[in-house]
T-cell receptor, first 112, second 115 residues
């Protein structure tokens, strides 16, 4: 089945450690996105990528980094510079600009 | 700049009652509008979308929304609520055209359905 796979579903890390969240899609979509979700805050865009080897900062990119070496993959690294990393992270993809985004099941990151 | 305002962070209805979730947007260009649903600890699923054409849009699970340009609104409705409709609903907007894509979400409305 085609879709977006995020792994792991739950992730625990100690404060000060970098952590990488995986996002893979087999929908052949060009565009991919990372959102952060906090209770009562909606979804906020971290990074997005229109094409392989290119990506742009979203609204809250500080403390995060991404790469887009393959069309199918868009991993997100939460660095120690992110002051409040505990959140629910959602990856999405879309076939072209201004079409609906398809979402993965999310990764809940808890930093202790 | 674009933005989305969802009126009411929590809406409670009885089973069988009308569901009305409100969404207002701002956009400097003609918008594309979306409603998504999210069940606990899951990703978002598209309910419906408006891009161009007919302003009354029908989606999955009996939901529909009407684009009203004069009111900058895109309210979501369902004639009769089911228990399975209990979830969080997000309205989103993107700007048609342009070279940079950005989908902006509202803060969400949690729908509770009472038996």
């Amino acid at each position: 089945d085609g879709g977006i796979t995020q792994s792991p579903k739950y992730l625990f890390r100690k404060e000060g450690q970098n952590v990488t969240l995986s996002c893979e899609q087999n929908l052949n979509h060009d565009a991919m996105y990372w959102y952060r979700q906090d209770p009562g805050q909606g979804l906020r865009l971290i990074y997005y990528s229109q094409i392989v080897n290119d990506f742009q900062k979203g609204d809250i990119a500080e403390g995060y980094s991404v790469s887009r070496e393959k069309k199918e993959s868009f991993p997100l690294t939460v660095t120690s510079a992110q002051k409040n990393p505990t959140a629910f992270y959602l990856c999405a993809s879309s076939p072209a600009w201004n079409t609906e985004a398809f979402f993965g099941q999310g990764t809940r990151l808890t930093v202790v | 700049a674009q933005s989305v305002t969802q009126l009411g962070s929590h809406v409670s209805v009885s089973e069988g009652a009308l569901v009305l979730l409100r969404c207002n947007y701002s956009s400097s260009v003609p918008p594309y509008l979306f409603w998504y649903v999210q069940y606990p600890n899951q990703g978002l699923q598209l309910l419906l979308k408006y891009t161009t054409g007919a302003t009354l849009v029908k989606g999955i699970n009996g939901f529909e929304a009407e684009f009203k340009k004069s009111e900058t609104s895109f309210h979501l409705t369902k004639p009769s609520a089911h228990m399975s409709d209990a979830a969080e609903y997000f309205c989103a907007v993107s700007e048609s055209g342009g070279s940079n894509y950005k989908l902006t979400f509202g803060k969400g409305t949690l729908l509770t359905v009472n038996p």
